[in-house]
């Protein structure tokens, strides 16, 4: 759906109104010279599951746009990631006013350890 994420090759393999679960491959593409994941396809991982758990929480009214982004590196992300986000606490089916939100994916490796938080604030509003 957007050209620039589906570059990174994530695929979505849970969705639901504000909670989403991706995962990346580790191959060769998204890899940085040390031999792990690079830092960037690790950030738009964790933005395009944010964006996913937000948007599809909203009411077909209401849109959202990412106003800030920032990651926190944990460990070398090695092998397949799994990133998750869930916004449900967030009460976004009732949006009315345009408000600033924060969603937060971690990112997991194999072992389940996480490797990265990745925060997205968005602006949500009519």
């Known amino acids: 759906m957007v050209p620039y994420t589906g ?18 491959s580790d ?36 849109r959202g746009i990412v ?17 998750s986000a869930d916004v449900r606490a967030l009460g976004l089916d009732r949006v009315v006013d345009a408000r600033e939100i924060q969603a937060v994916s971690e990112i997991r490796n194999e072992s389940d350890q996480v490797v990265a938080r990745v925060t997205a604030n968005w602006r949500v509003g009519p």
């Open 27 to 62: 191959r060769r593409r998204v890899r940085n010279r040390l031999g792990s994941i690079h830092a960037v396809a690790i950030v738009n991982l964790g933005e395009m599951t944010t964006g996913r758990a937000v948007l599809s929480a909203l009411p077909t009214d209401v």
């Open 67 to 83: 106003t800030g982004l920032s990651a926190v590196y944990l460990h070398k992300a090695r092998g397949p990631l799994t990133a």
């Open 7 to 24: 570059g990174l090759g994530a695929r979505l393999v849970e969705l639901e109104p504000g909670h989403a679960v991706a995962t990346l």
